[in-house]
């Protein structure tokens, strides 16, 4: 089987990390960089990624996130990079664009041996003024959407476990 394909079918989301072993700077570039090459509309490349390594910075997005969640524990399972996702809302494929460099950003992590996991509620916490501010001290400028947090680090137990069987009415052929 080709290597890409294997790597996209053995992927898994990964819900419990090591906190604190940091994935090596070229691990996070490696992924970083296969999120920038996922397809936009039109070509546009209206996301922004904002790499979070900053363990006080990651902490607080883990607070936040867990304030909509409604719950205490943390949301990113440990994990000790997040990727941050937005897109440009004024892009008519924005969520779509941002959809795809999550994609990426999750399966280029499982090609270069790290764990990860899309967790929900960015667009909320974004759409906050907390969130606003944030990412005016990052410079993201502009009317962006949260799309989603890509967290990523190594598993904490080892291997994923095995896909489910997929359903028998998961591809409908008109031939």
Known sequence: ??????????????????????????????????GTYAPTGRGAQSPVIVAVTNKAVRDRLSQMNAEVLGTTTDPFYGAPVVLVVLADKS??????????VMGNLMNAAHAV?????????????????????????????????????CVIGYPADGQP???KPRKDDYVVWVR
């Not at 072993?21 to 691990?27: A, G, K, S």
């Not at 494929?93 to 959809?99: C, I, N």
């Not at 606003?132 to 949260?146: I, M, P, Q, S, T």
Request: glycine letters at 10%.
């Open 161 to 163: 476990l095995a896909a």
């Open 1 to 34: 089987m080709n290597e890409v394909l294997k790597c996209m079918e053995t992927r898994r989301s990964v819900r419990g990390f090591k906190p604190d072993v940091m994935p090596e700077t070229e691990l996070i570039e490696q992924v970083l960089r296969a």
């Open 91 to 100: 892009r008519p494929t924005y969520l779509y664009d941002g959809s795809l």
């Open 113 to 149: 041996g790290l764990g990860s996991c899309w967790i929900h509620r960015a667009k909320e916490v974004f759409a906050s003024p907390e969130g606003k501010a944030l990412l005016k001290e990052w410079g993201v400028e502009g009317d962006y959407e949260g799309i989603g947090h």
